[in-house]
């Protein structure tokens, strides 16, 4: 399952889809059973959690596309005893480290804001300059789990 932020952002929609292709294209044999809108408050999206794991008893993982999402299908799954499912998230925060660090969480994507910088600088001065700059700047992430999240690269991108 997702439980999204937004249907109408950029980030809700390429998140979502992101998920939900590679989901799709890599493994065929996983259903994602639904996809709900949290607003990316974790109170909402605890709730859609929550009826979410009652639908589906059998449900082995859900996405939270940012740290509102993530954090109220961590409360959702804790709130409903089905700590068995793996929940995989976007962002950071304080909470959502605490559910890496403690295994209720399996692990997260964050952006890398030092890479949003240097690209978002060097598309600056090179259209200053006249020159060609492309349409989309891979700025970069990482996935980090309990196995990373206190390397110097990894921790160095997160917030609380």
Known sequence: AV????????TGIDRRDGF?????EK???IEIVTIQYG?????????????????N???K?????????????????REMDRTNV???GYDSGAQQKEA??????????????????????KAAVAAAKGEEVPAAIDTGFFYYDKTNIDEPEISAVLYD
């Open 3 to 10: 439980v999204a932020h937004d249907q109408t952002s950029r």
């Open 20 to 24: 939900v292709n590679q989901v799709e």
């Open 27 to 29: 493994y065929p044999d």
């Open 39 to 55: 607003g990316g408050d974790h109170l909402q999206s605890t709730e859609i959690t929550k009826s979410i794991l009652q639908a």
């Open 57 to 59: 008893p059998e449900l």
């Open 61 to 77: 993982g859900i996405f939270g596309t940012n740290e509102g999402s993530a954090i109220g299908v961590v409360n959702g799954v």
């Open 86 to 88: 793996v929940i995989i």
């Open 100 to 121: 890496i660090r403690d295994g209720l969480m399996a692990g997260a994507i964050t952006q890398n804001p030092v890479g949003i910088g240097y690209e978002t600088v």
